[in-house]
């Protein structure tokens, strides 16, 4: 069974920064792509930045350049550093990662739990 755990929220002022951290654990054959995705109230799920195995990146257009996405392949980690934030940065943020349990099956989506980052004076 496949769990990630994600960690680091809380309340940073404008301007500030945050690092969240996830943890994918479990019977992991290999972790395909891993990201970063956040929930505002009344708004839908969207993505912030994804990294592939290899290392590519990719992000939204509103957190370029304020916000890097980082992976430790060897501890099944992802981290989203996130710098200069605005309140609109505001949101539950998941991570999730396309991981295959076994050789034998295509990677399935996992989610974590959801940690709080609010940005506010």
């Known amino acids: 069974q496949v769990q990630l755990a994600g960690s680091g929220g809380g309340l940073v002022q404008p301007g500030g920064s945050l690092r969240l951290s996830c943890t994918a654990f479990?019977?992991?054959?290999?972790?395909?792509?891993m990201g970063w995705y956040r929930q505002a109230p009344g708004k839908q799920r969207e993505v912030v930045a994804t990294?592939?195995?290899?290392?590519?990146?990719n992000y939204a257009d509103s957190v370029k350049g304020r916000f890097t996405i980082s992976r430790d392949n060897a501890n099944g980690m992802v981290y989203l550093q996130m710098n200069n934030v605005k309140p609109e940065d505001t949101a539950v943020y998941f991570c999730?990662?396309?991981?295959?349990?076994?050789?034998?099956?295509?990677?399935?989506?996992?989610w974590g739990q959801g940690t709080q980052v609010t940005v506010s004076s």
């Open positions: 999730n990662g396309l991981i295959k349990a076994d050789w034998g099956n295509p990677p399935r989506s996992y």
């Open positions: 479990g019977t992991i054959f290999e972790v395909v792509t």
């Open positions: 990294i592939s195995g290899g290392g590519t990146t």
